[in-house]
């Protein structure tokens, strides 16, 4: 079965520092993976997405993510993060029968 | 239109009612999920709607009954509801296809007493 691992449920970091948050893939086929964003009682919204193609994907609000199949990873970075950017952060693959699976989720934490 | 609509954004139950909550797309998605997130969790899957059937139950308690009347829209019907099944609840809908997005609605918050 597909899934996904998100490394660190909590990521601090000052406003204007990198942010990077970590994911990792188990998948025995090419993996459709995303990032979606949820901020407080919100539901879920799409940052980006990987298919096929060109390994590095921007999404939106500055993010980007690069696909390594020889690390099985799908990090999400911003080179400098927002008080707008404080929010969980979901990594999810999706399988078969249009089943989405998420990671366990990653609340970044901005200070000023 | 990119939305995916729920309603009511709240709701507050008794163990002996029945509700339903409503989730409504005009995107022409022909998949539709649910899924419930408990506090600091992530989402989890329970039903998904291929062209208006169900594909999948993730082995959901029949007091859950899901029902997609057409393409646009799907409903849960809730019934004999325990304090454990408070949560929010998260309907989403996508294109068909392995690699296609889900949009998610901004969900109903259900409050078991």
């Known amino acids: 079965a597909q899934s996904v691992t998100q490394l660190g449920s909590h990521v601090s970091v000052s406003e204007g520092a990198l942010v990077l948050l970590r994911c990792n893939y188990s998948?025995?086929?090419?993996?459709?993976l995303f990032w979606y964003v949820q901020y407080p009682n919100q539901g879920l919204q799409l940052l980006l997405k990987?298919?096929?193609?060109?390994?590095l994907v921007k999404g939106i609000n500055g993010f980007e993510a690069e696909f390594k199949k020889s690390e099985t990873s799908f990090h999400l970075t911003k080179p400098s993060a927002h008080m707008s950017d404080a929010a969980e952060y979901f990594c999810?693959?999706?399988?078969?029968?249009?089943?989405?699976?998420f990671g366990t989720g990653t609340r970044l934490l901005v200070s000023p | 239109d990119t939305e995916v609509t729920q309603t009511p954004k709240h709701l507050v139950m008794g163990m002996t009612n029945k509700k339903s909550l409503k989730c409504e797309q005009h995107?022409?998605?022909?998949?539709m999920y649910w899924y419930k997130q408990k506090a600091k969790k992530p989402p989890e899957l329970m039903f998904v709607?291929?062209?208006?059937?169900?594909?999948i139950n993730e082995s959901v308690p029949s007091r859950f009954s899901p029902e997609c009347p057409n393409s646009s829209l799907l409903n849960l019907h809730l019934h004999a509801l325990q304090p454990e099944d408070s949560a929010l609840y998260l309907c989403?809908?996508?294109?068909?296809?392995?690699?296609?997005?889900?949009?998610f609605g901004q969900g109903t918050r259900l409050t078991v007493v």
């Open positions: 989403a809908s996508s294109l068909r296809g392995e690699g296609t997005e889900a949009f």
């Open positions: 999810a693959v999706k399988s078969s029968f249009q089943k989405l699976v």
């Open positions: 990987y298919t096929t193609g060109a390994t």
């Open positions: 998948s025995s086929v090419p993996p459709y």
């Open positions: 709607y291929s062209y208006e059937k169900l594909s």
């Open positions: 995107m022409g998605h022909r998949a």
